[in-house]
């Protein structure tokens, strides 16, 4: 069957159109992916950068001397220690307890099958005191008192309560940041030493049931297996994890900026990234101990 000149050309064009079409649809689809690519790495970068000028702001104002505002924030901070610290007490106790006899249950499982029951002791302070430990207590303060921090100043932001502050001649980081600063970063210090402890206590409490084990031999496998840096490494991770949390979490707090649907939106975020910063922060400090 013959063809006219016609048919011919629209046969050869017809697949030339499909083809541009289809290149214009993948060309516009790739530029949409990398300006959503590049919108969300030039905010992170920007958030990035006002939480760098934030902690500036916060270091200056803890050096700043200025009546008034101190004194008044030592109520402020006794009340965050005892909901940070002695209010977290009977959770971290549980999980704790529960973490120790776990690590002690799978220790007594597998190391037998490898002539390895001498290293109990070194699993308990590896696994324990130098990680787990840390990071679960941090993770308890994140969910309890990191939340509150940033729903608390969130609400505080919506309420004009933070202009007001301003209005009487308080400063609001001396007031509102700084004592929370140090009072989660004692309570996390604080709380970290007494995870520690019950975890060890679990362990014991498996170990005696198991192996009817005295407390005087347990205890001397525990200090035979424990160094010096150990505990440094620990408290440092506590340390460091309770300015972490509590910067972003008053960070967070304060980016509210109008409405009060943003107070829920700068939690999730304030929890996102501590957990984030201290997963981060947590494998520095592991790298810099071993190598």
């Known amino acids: 069957m013959k063809t006219t000149p016609k048919q011919r050309q629209n046969r050869l064009l017809f697949p030339v159109h499909i083809d541009t079409i289809g290149r214009n649809e993948y060309n516009r689809s790739m530029a949409g992916y990398f300006d959503t690519l590049g919108r969300w790495v030039l905010t992170r970068i920007g958030s990035f950068f ?29 009340k965050q220690v005892f909901f940070t610290g002695v209010q977290a007490l009977p959770v971290i106790a549980l999980v704790a307890l529960a973490l120790g006899a776990i690590a002690i249950v799978q220790s007594l499982t597998q190391l037998p099958r490898f002539g390895g029951e001498t290293f109990v002791g070194e699993i308990l302070i590896t696994v324990i005191v130098r990680e787990l430990g840390p ?17 608390e100043i969130g609400n505080m932001v919506v309420q004009h309560e933070i202009e007001a502050l301003e209005a009487m001649g308080i400063d609001p980081i001396r007031y509102i940041v700084l004592p929370r ?5 004692a309570s996390l210090v604080a709380l970290n030493i007494y995870f520690d402890i019950f975890a060890l206590v679990g362990g014991f409490l498996v170990s005696k049931m198991v192996l009817v084990t005295s407390l005087s031999v347990f205890l001397r496998e525990i200090v035979s297996s424990m160094v010096i840096a150990d505990v440094i490494v620990s408290l440092l991770k506590g340390f460091i994890f309770g300015i972490l949390i509590s910067s972003i979490c008053t960070f967070r707090g304060f980016s509210v900026r109008i409405s009060s649907t943003e107070v829920p939106q700068m939690t999730s975020k304030a929890v996102v990234g501590s957990i984030t910063a201290l997963f981060i922060a947590d494998g520095i400090i592991t790298f810099i101990y071993y190598f």
């Open 135 to 151: 990071i679960l207590t941090g993770f308890i303060v994140i969910g309890r008192s990191g939340t509150a921090i940033t729903t």
């Open 181 to 185: 600063v140090f009072g989660v970063t």
């Open 50 to 78: 006002d939480f760098c000028a934030y902690n500036i702001l916060v270091l200056k104002s803890l050096f700043r001397k200025r009546h008034g505002s101190l004194e008044s924030g030592f109520m402020v901070l006794f």
